[in-house]
């Protein structure tokens, strides 16, 4: 699996750090997500899951590979 | 954009159901009734706003989240006057009432400030205002109003502080913004309120041009004035708009969180007695999805024919969206109960969509502070009138009390 996310849907409210943190971060300068970890182990998949469902602009795509 | 207002004019003809509706006074925290039935019913129902407007109402969570989500749906306050009356005219025109990629050019001038990470590092301050005003709350003895002494100040401090507003003005800051925020202000003095704080802003901006400190309007100018991103002027509006969202809504989430704890004990004990950050910040968003106070002003218009669900909603049509009615729909189980086991996240109380709320993460800091120690360094606080004598702004664009009276 892998996480994909649209840089310029972003608004930067942080909802992925918040559920994510191991897999998500937020740029310095602007506050745009991060994927830290691209593909995550298997036990983050379910924070992940709801990272794609809570961003509001529905910006992170958890891709099957 | 004729259309536009036409269809929007205030229509004697047609009995329409006002919005948001009126709470029961039996259950201050619930959305109001009528707007469960419209969940329940049709989804979409016209309703008449607060300045005459006629507006589709949104109540349900998917209808709440597709809209919000959809770029057919403009905020362009400009494009759309009606946007902007709603909110009784006053403000000029700042990002929350533009659309992309206006709004969002100028919205990520700001969400540095308010990253995860950011917020946490404000974390240890927003505690030892929290303690000040606690302890200065006691020293000044049982009863109070909490609202006054508590609520209130909290987020009016840690606003100046972010913002960079020097100690010696806070009380200038504090008054006129609380001028501009009361509801029963005669227009002409709000705008003067209202001018002196943009003017006072705009001086606190050259100011800080001289001499720059750790602050956000410092960073603004130093990374964005000097790039020729931002102006002057639209620092001062910035700030204004923090200002504007960030205090009475914070403020009324820690009352009225306050009194929803008190009606809970059980549920209040839950926080009080745990160490574990977790269980607190779990707590906190049950309490924005259970109590969602932005209960009216969510307002958008078609920018094309769309349709949701049954409906058809025509292009230069408005829509309200019913954040509290959204929240209490069926996507939460027993959703009508205040239940920190629940998994609360995903909740719609900071809004969805490009708009959604830039101060969410520094909210829920200042809450997950705010409301643990209260509970903790006055365990024996409580309503001092009866929960009948409490008066509810239920014709505020923020839902909440006026004033808390309690003791210990
Ligand atoms: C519990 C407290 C808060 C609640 C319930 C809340 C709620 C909301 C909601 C529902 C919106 C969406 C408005 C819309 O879509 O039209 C919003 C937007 C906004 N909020 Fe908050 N808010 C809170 C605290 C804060 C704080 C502390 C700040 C800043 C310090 C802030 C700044 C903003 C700004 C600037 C916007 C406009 C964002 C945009 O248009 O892009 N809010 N808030
Ligand atoms: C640029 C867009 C906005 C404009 C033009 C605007 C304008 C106004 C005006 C004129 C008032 C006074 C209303 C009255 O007399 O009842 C008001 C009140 C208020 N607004 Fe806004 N506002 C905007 C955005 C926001 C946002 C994004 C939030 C946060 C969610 C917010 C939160 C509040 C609150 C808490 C009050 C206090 C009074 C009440 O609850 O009724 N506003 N606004
Ligand atoms: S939740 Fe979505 S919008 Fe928010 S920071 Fe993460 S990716 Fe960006």
């Not at chain 2, 047609?14 to 989804?43: H, I, K, M, N, Y």
């Not at chain 2, 990470?117 to 049982?142: D, T």
Request: glycine share 6%; with cysteine.
């Amino acid at each position: 699996m892998r996480v994909e996310l649209d840089e310029p849907k972003c608004v930067a409210a942080g909802q992925c750090v918040v559920v994510a943190p191991e897999v998500f971060d937020q740029r310095d300068e602007d506050g745009v997500a991060v994927v830290l970890e691209e593909h995550p182990a298997a036990e983050l998949l379910d924070s992940v899951r709801e990272a794609v469902a809570v961003c509001p602009a529905a910006a992170i795509r958890l891709a099957e590979l | 954009m004729s259309t536009a207002t036409d269809q929007t004019q205030p229509n004697d003809g047609t009995e329409l159901p006002d919005f948001p509706g009126t709470r029961s006074p039996r259950c201050p925290f619930d959305p109001p009734p009528v707007q469960a039935g419209w969940r329940r019913a049709d989804g979409l129902t016209q309703v008449r706003l607060g300045n005459g407007h006629i507006a589709w109402a949104v109540t349900r969570y998917d209808d709440v989240k597709q809209l919000l989500g959809d770029p057919r749906l403009s905020a362009d306050g400009h494009r759309y006057p009606q946007l902007m009356e709603t909110q009784r005219h006053g403000q000029p025109q700042a990002f929350p009432r533009m659309d992309d990629p206006e709004h969002s050019r100028i919205r990520r001038t700001l969400t540095g400030e308010f990253t995860v990470k950011r917020v946490e590092a404000m974390r240890p301050h927003v505690r030892s205002l929290v303690n000040r005003f606690l302890e200065e709350m006691i020293a000044a003895g049982s009863p109070a109003d909490l609202v006054r002494a508590y609520a209130l100040p909290i987020p009016s401090l840690v606003i100046s502080l972010l913002l960079g507003v020097p100690y010696d003005d806070h009380t200038f800051f504090q008054t006129r913004s609380a001028t501009l925020m009361r509801k029963g202000t005669p227009q002409e003095e709000r705008q003067a309120a209202s001018g002196e704080l943009f003017g006072y802003l705009l001086d606190l901006v050259k100011r800080k041009e001289r001499e720059p400190g750790d602050d956000l309007i410092s960073r603004l100018i130093t990374e964005r004035v000097v790039t020729g991103e931002l102006t002057h002027h639209d620092v001062a509006m910035n700030s204004m708009v923090i200002l504007h969202a960030g205090h009475e809504t914070t403020a009324n989430m820690i009352a009225l969180g306050t009194l929803a704890l008190l009606e809970n004990p059980r549920q209040a004990a839950r926080i009080r007695d745990t160490d574990d950050p977790k269980v607190v910040a779990g707590a906190v968003e049950e309490l924005l999805r259970y109590l969602t106070i932005a209960q009216d002003m969510l307002v958008r218009v078609a920018t094309e024919d769309i349709i949701v669900g049954d409906h058809l909603v025509r292009e230069g049509e408005m829509l309200v969206s019913g954040l509290p009615s959204a929240n209490r729909d069926v996507v939460f189980e027993t959703a009508d109960a205040l239940d920190f086991d629940r998994d609360a996240r995903g909740h719609v109380a900071f809004g969805h969509g490009v708009h959604q709320c830039l101060g969410q993460s520094l909210a829920r800091v200042e809450l997950q502070e705010a409301l643990p120690a209260l509970l903790r360094r006055l365990p024996d606080l409580r309503l001092a009138v009866p929960l009948e004598e409490v008066r509810f702004r239920h014709d505020m664009v923020v839902y909440g009390v006026h004033e808390l009276p309690v003791a210990w």
